[in-house]
């Protein structure tokens, strides 16, 4: 059987249907792979499961002239771990787990704009602490979201269904940027001409770009800036799609009035400052995690990998 390294355990029905076709080892860590054991990864197995945060760099497929390894078969639909040009230079293929994620990163996205723009995780730790003196009519006054305007950077997949449940969940406006035109949506929205168009009109921005070079830092102090002073940032992207020094210079001079992050720019690591701030709500990577989620990723690498050593094109190749 051929031989197939899992970076990080996956759910047992999962891993169940993966012993099925192949001999696997399962790395007994949750930490990510560092450069050095990727490299090592591509020479021993014939094929390779990765996880977020694994080290597939150019200098990793370059240390290994003749890898044994001829896929990458990713869990997640997020890849900017991976130098996909290296790997197709060295004849390997690298798949995803588009569809499966949508809705439930969504969600995330809805999540952190509500705890953001009502305040809730500081209403809760206000709660916890016992320091709450009971209600009165001034007392944590948030946004309400009803008629606000959305903005959505990245109007792919997941962007849509943010825009769907913004729309039809809030009756928010919506306005977006996307590189390509995007039409058929099922709802009205207003296609913009530039980032920093949406982000002068918007009262609420969720950031839904992929992770890569393109999009590094596409959240600076010239973004920020453009934002109006009451809007809140939401990023369920990839952490270094904004530059957290810039986020949190903006934050203290009162340039946005909050942010809502599930995803850091040197995750796990959060700034401290980020940290103090009550409105900031920061979650730990929630956006797939839910079990039949995370089921449902894993069969999409399931079938990714049978098909490709089947000799068919693998269903969710890039």
């Not at 959305?150 to 913004?166: D, H, S, Y």
């Not at 977006?176 to 918007?202: C, K, M, P, W």
């Not at 720019?265 to 701030?277: G, K, T, V």
Request: glycine share 8%; with cysteine.
């Amino acid at each position: 059987m051929r031989t197939l390294l899992v970076s990080r355990q996956l759910p047992e029905n999962v891993m169940q249907a993966l012993a099925a076709d192949f001999t696997v080892t399962t790395r007994d860590t949750t930490q990510p792979m560092l450069q050095n054991e990727a490299a090592k990864a591509l020479f021993d197995y014939d094929a390779i499961v990765p996880t977020l945060g694994d080290q597939f760099t150019k200098e990793a497929f370059q240390s290994v002239p003749s890898p044994r390894c001829k896929i990458l078969a990713n869990f997640g639909v997020g890849y900017n771990h991976i130098n996909v040009d290296a790997a197709h230079a060295m004849g390997i293929a690298v798949t995803n787990t588009p569809g499966a994620v949508t809705d439930a990163t969504a969600d995330i996205a809805m999540t952190l704009i509500l705890m953001t723009a009502r305040r809730a995780g500081e209403g809760e730790r206000l709660v916890r602490s016992g320091n709450w003196a009971g209600w009165h009519p001034t007392q944590m006054l948030g946004m309400h979201l009803g008629g606000k305007t959305l903005g959505v950077i990245g109007m792919g997949r997941i962007g849509k269904t943010i825009a769907r449940k913004c729309h039809f969940g809030f009756d928010m406006d919506v306005v977006f940027y996307n590189r390509s035109r995007v039409s058929g949506l099922a709802h009205s929205a207003q296609q913009l001409d530039s980032i920093t168009a949406v982000l002068e009109q918007s009262d609420v921005v969720a950031i839904a770009v992929p992770g890569s070079p393109q999009t590094f830092h596409l959240i600076d102090e010239s973004a920020l800036n453009a934002m109006q002073n009451h809007a809140i940032l939401i990023n369920i992207s990839r952490g270094d799609v904004i530059k957290e020094t810039a986020l949190i210079a903006a934050l203290e001079a009162g340039l946005i009035a909050g942010a809502g992050m599930d995803v850091y720019e040197n995750e796990p690591h959060i700034p401290d400052a980020l940290l103090a701030m009550e409105n900031v709500t920061l979650l730990p990577h929630l956006g797939t995690n839910a079990s039949d989620v995370r089921s449902d990723m894993g069969m999409m690498v399931v079938a990714n990998l049978k098909a490709y050593f089947a000799g068919k094109t693998a269903p969710n190749i890039v």
